[in-house]
């Protein structure tokens, strides 16, 4: 079932790669960004990662904080993801827990249309360009999603992916912040 702007946060316990217990109750009172990726592998999500993480601490300095789940083990993320130093948590969810209560969805139909899209392919040449060359996981099909939470708790933004790059978009989540990141989705 998919989440909507107004709903609260889903609470959620995890671990990050690094063995550290996290839950949404840490964020309480602070705005923060749950991220859905796919597997610690995904050539796409370690692009969107890197991408990402070049422009965090700017969105860092002004409130946001941010959480990159995976479906992946601890161990896998390490080995993919975690060796790039990126300055926020990732969380291994092997068993979609997190995922589950968040409805990120499984889409084969989605999964197939996405290599259809020349991003794909432009995305896949750069993601190689920076050494992330890809791999197989289990649930290959699991589209991304991410989550803006406000300092109140609830829901202000939720992107379903309709691909296996489709994120949020940056400028989403600045409009989010210049308004104080507070929860005020009507205006978003």
Known sequence: MRLKSGDLGVPFTGQTVDGRAISLADFTGKPLLLMFFRYASCPMCNLRLRDFARQYARLEGRGLNVVAVFH???????????????????????????????????????????MALPSFYVDWIRSMRYGFWGGFARQMAKMPADFLIGADGRIVMTHYGRDIGDHLELDRVEGFLRLGGAGESATL
């Open 72 to 114: 992946s083990s601890a161990s896998s993320i390490r080995a993919h993801a975690g060796g790039q130093g990126y300055p926020f948590p990732l969380v291994a969810d092997p068993e979609f827990e997190i995922y589950r209560k968040y409805g990120v969805e499984t889409s084969w139909p989605r999964l197939l249309l996405s």
